[in-house]
């Protein structure tokens, strides 16, 4: 699994006041535990920086670059600031996240990440569209993105195309056809595209004690169908033991069996079903409850694992 270590972000009050101070040995801790927790790139969602943009991303690459040399993923709205961290850039071929079927950002993005030589993250959402079905994601990477990119000579080997994670939490209906849309994209060009998803997304606005677990039931779903990368917490231990299990097809305990029943069985198009657990253990009934909000079976509330 390509992991892009997800945790600076704008949205943590400790990266926001350590951005605010300039501290640079923050973030550089802050890169290194992901790194050695297996991160493969770090993602760097600064926020749109309006103001101080031409600052802050500039020193962000030097600060992060003096530590590490693997690639940094740029994460904001801001092009002019990902102009002038790109332009610091001297290590490995960054990432920029992202682009949409939003005809402006369209039209700029993908240039962007030509001049530069970036991979690029295309969501397959259109403007202040979010797409229901499998169907209508695939559609937008095929007759949207993916045009876009052979219009302008963009190497589809650097394109990466996000599906949309969505949360459980008043999205469930989203959760399924993230799987089928997976499944399909994994076929619609040869060689195959690359996919990637933000994996926190499906538990935002989840009662905190619960996200762990949805992550990782859905990473073993995701995994099914052929994820192979994800903007993910690198230091949620029991993420990467799933994603472990699921690689070295580790069988020697019970909950690992489990998750690669789950696993296997989504990759097989087969039902999940109770008989799959032993649901007198707690935990075995606990990933089965939330295999059925994942599969939009059993109604979300936050008190699901109670129900």
Known sequence: MYIIGENIHIISTKVKDALAAKDAKFFQD?????????????????????KDWAEVFPWMVETIEAVTDIPLCFDST?????????????????????????????????????????????????????????DERVTI??????????????????????????????????????????????YIWDPPLKISIGMSNVSNAVPEENRPLINQVYCAMLMGVGLEMMIADPLDKGLIETIRVIEEREDSSAIGKVYLTIHDKVANMEEITANDFDLSNPEQSAIWKTVQILMNQVIYADSYLEQ
């Open 30 to 50: 802050l890169a290194m535990q992901q790194v050695n927790a297996g991160a493969k790139a770090l993602d760097l969602n600064l926020g749109p920086r309006k």
């Open 141 to 186: 990477a095929m007759e949207t993105l993916i045009p876009r990119m052979q219009e302008i000579d963009f190497p589809i080997t650097d394109l990466i195309i996000d599906p949309l994670s969505l949360t459980v939490s008043g999205c469930q209906e989203y959760c399924p056809e993230l799987i089928e849309a997976i499944r399909t994209l994994k």
């Open 78 to 134: 801001n092009l002019n600031g990902i102009r002038a961290g790109l332009e610091k850039v001297t290590k490995a071929q960054p990432i920029i996240n992202s682009t949409s079927a939003d005809p402006e950002r369209l039209e700029k993005v993908p240039l962007l990440a030509k001049e530069f030589n970036t991979q690029l993250m295309a969501l397959t959402m259109g403007k202040g569209m979010i797409p229901v079905t499998a």
